[in-house]
Structures are given as C-alpha cells and as structure tokens.
C-alpha cells in the first residue's frame, strides 16, 4: 500500500525499522517480487526514487511462460484486459522479403499466448494497484536509496533519502531490482561481464488511426546498412527501432522516410509521436548476483539486446525462482543455502537467453564485413531446415541445469522433464473449471498418474504438496499424455511449477530426494530421504 511519508515513522526510540524484505526500485521487476513473497506471507517494503510510474513506453512484450508468473502474481485477469496476441517474429531482408518466420502459438504449454504485446506503462499501473490492496506490501515513493550495507552477521542496512531528511531501515534480506545503473549491484561489488554486442538505436513510438502495414507480429529487418524492428504494440499503438549510422535523432522527413514502407504520413494526418528515444543496446551479466542476504534481479543482474523480446521476461523469472526460496528461509526455516540456487539456475539462463538476442542482433546488424553476404545466405538457408523455427521458438527458455532442485537421470525416467515446467491446461474438479496453477497453489505439488506409493505421499506430506491424479481432471488427456511421453508416473513439482524431481515409470518412489531434503527441510517438518520414507512425519502446516 501506497501511504504518507508523513504517517510513517522511519525510526523507533530503539533503532531503525526492521522489516523482512526491502525492494529497491518499484519497476515490474520488483512489484512483482513484492507481490510474489506476499502470497507467501512476506512483508516487504519497496524503495522507489520517483514518485510516480514512468510514463513512457519500454518493454512491449512477454511470453506465455512470464504470463504465468502474473498469474502467480495474482494480476493475470487485469494483465489480459490490457494486452493482446501476437504471431510471432518475422525475419525480413533489406527489401522486405521473409527470410524466416518463428511463429507463436495463440495458446502456448502454460495457457497463455505465446508472445503478448503491452504498453510498459498499463502494465505497471496493474501491478502498483496490486500492490496498495496487499496489506504485506509498502510503497514508498520519492525515496532515494543511497546506501546498502551488511555485516557478516545481522540484517541489511538500507539508507535512503526523501523529503523529509536521510533514513536507515534494516532487513533480512534486500533485493536489488534498482536497472542497469544499480547501486546495489555496486554495494555487492559485482560488476559486468560484456557479452559482446553494443550499439546505438532510435527507438520509436507513435499512435495513429492510419493504415499501417503490418504483420500482426514482430519484423527484424535484416539489412546491414538500415536494420530496423517494427511491431504493433496496440489498436492504434505501433513502434519502430532504427539502428542509424549517426547519432542525430531523425527529424519529422527523416522519420517520413524511414517509416515510409509501413505507413504514408501526409501532412497533418491523425499521426502522434508518443516517444523518439535513443538508447544503447547492450549484452551485460553481473558477476555475482548475491552477496549474503542482498540480491540482483533484473536489469541489475542482467541486460539483454530487445531483438527475441526477453529483457522484461528474464526480471520476471528472476523474481519468480527467488521468491519462494526467499519465503522458504525466512518463513519455513529452510536452509540458508537454498538461496545459492537462485545464481546458480537463473545466471546460465539468462546467459542463454542474451546469447540468442546477441544472435539475432548479428544476423540483423552484424553485416559491415566481407562475410555479410555469406551470414545472410547460411541465415536463409539455416531457416529452411524442417522443425527449426519451432525449436528456436522453444528454446528461447530452456530447462534448467541440473542441480540440487533439479534432479535429472536420464536412465531412470522422466526424460526431458526434470527442470522445464509442467504445462498448465485447464482443468475441471467438482464442476468448477479453471487453470491448473489455481487448482494447485502456491506451495509444491505432485502431479500422478498411477496410485500413488507411500513413500510417494510421504514425501507429499512433509513438503506440504498437494498430490493430484491426472486422470479425470477434464484437460483432454494432456497431463496423463505429457507424463506419459516423458516416461514417468509421477512428478514433483516446485512452487514456481519447474520440474523437481520424478518417479520413473515403474517406479515407487522419487529418485532425488538426498539431493534436497537438507535445503527444504523446515522448523516444522521433515522431508524423507530414501533411506527413511517409511518413518512417521509431522505433518507440514506450510502449505
């Protein structure tokens, strides 16, 4: 909630205010990291330098995975009414000729579109309005964060400026959602890593109720010497991104000239310039994403060139994966280092991802040499093998590495599950259809398609996971269908529905459980390995 710097107190007569979480910066990033431990009982208090929302348009799209995570967030109904499908992503050469097309599906694994298209603004006005109905939450606008210091014991302490004078609150952890510009990337000592791609873009953004020519998807012009990417971002919402040879913003001819293959712009037409920006496309990952209990998420951790459209989304993975790890320790007493897995899963992601945009970014730019020619006819080439394009589209967020909350034998089952996410059709349970993740919760869950064992409901029980059949849910068969190609009986599924662990099929039991019982046992239950899935369990009441 929104409220009165004046109403507030910062310091008590015994110290500064100690809360569990701060959140520096109150873009989507760290709204929805708010949102996200609220659901799981966390306060948080969020630090934000402007007083009100940035105006103009940024990110334009996500894709159906991320649409999952609003979902999590508790916005998805709102984020629908504002947003709208788009086809996919057209590689277009200096004529305007298709070279290749990735197509998204109207409805991708996780029930939604794969790509939709927004206007950064509406979006974050749905999550600030989230966030002032959740009691656990606190905005705190106009309020500078100019320091962030830890001890090697003891909570956070966050210094920051507003009005009315300097302050200090403590915390338990901090998450540092603050851009590219981060201060708290600073205070960690983190610094970047180049990936190797930089370079100079005009960006633009206009609305108009002339007839454009358009795709109802994404173009990257493919031209050395004018790439350009152009979309429609809404009804009458359209944005065009100009790599130019110099750095002079294009005046009112210039920009006639460059939108000319889209759209004719007569003198005083219904044509309204919302934004020309220059920006600098850039691939960067911090070195470190964590230092103790202060955390790197976004644009902080991370900058990704917009070329696949995955800068927003990979921010949103990063506050979905820590979230319920964050909530495990400070709520549920897991252990400390549950949190090494937030770097250790979401860093080679996200390196992965900006790889692909880098790519793209070549095949569309990377053309000055001699060997330009030859780069375009192996792209066009490349794009005519059967099943690529599906693939590429695919791999734009891979299954996670193995790793301690992944647990993957190839020989045992379970191929090609552990680590991706479990699909979220609709389903139907006493009459009342919805979404699967509604039907689940928050917390863990285990997804059966045989009678599950009772080393299984074991297992079940001390994590606090719901165990659900598959068969009868009225999805047309497609969990029992999904388990059933990846050659399992049984998964175990994380809070943030990635793929834990699997009873092969033929199986009795899960196969990973010594992997991760020690960092998710909490203060109220313990959780089986194999060696003692038959021993009685208090029951957990985290659910």
Known sequence: MTVDQAAVPRESVTGPEHLPVVIVGAGPVGVTAALLLARRGVRTLVLERHRDLYPLPRAVAIDDEVRRILQAAGVEEEFAAIARPARGLRLLDARHRVLA????????AHGFPQTSMFDQPELE???RAALARTPECELRGGAEVVGVA??????????YRDGEGEHVVRADAVLGCDGANSLTRHAIGAVWEDLRFEERWTVIDVR???????WEGVEQICDPGRPATFMRVGEDRYRWEFRLRDDLEPDHERLTELIAPWVDVAHGADFELVRQAQYTFRARIADHWRRGRVFLLGDAAHLTPPFIGQGLCSG???AYNLSWKLAGVLRQ?????????YESERRPHARHVIRLAVAMGWAMTGGQDGAAAVRRGALGAAVR??????AAARDLSPALRPGPLVRRRLRLGGRGLAGGFCPQPWVSVDGRRSRLDELLGDSFAVLTAVPPSPSLRAVADGLGARVLPVAGLGDDGRLTAWLREGRADAVLLRPDRVVMDIVPSGGHAFTGTDDWASLLHTTRSSIPSRQNVGEPLLRSTTR
């Open 125 to 127: 006005r749905v999550l």
């Open 333 to 341: 007493g897991a252990a400390e280092r549950l949190l090494d897995t």
């Open 208 to 214: 108009t109720s002339l007839p454009v020519r358009c």
């Open 101 to 108: 097309e990735f197509p998204r599906a109207a409805q991708g």
């Open 150 to 159: 830890q001890d090697d014991v003891g909570p956070v302490r966050v210094t």
């Open 385 to 390: 093998v059967p099943g690529l394009t599906t």
């Open 316 to 318: 949103l993975r990063d």
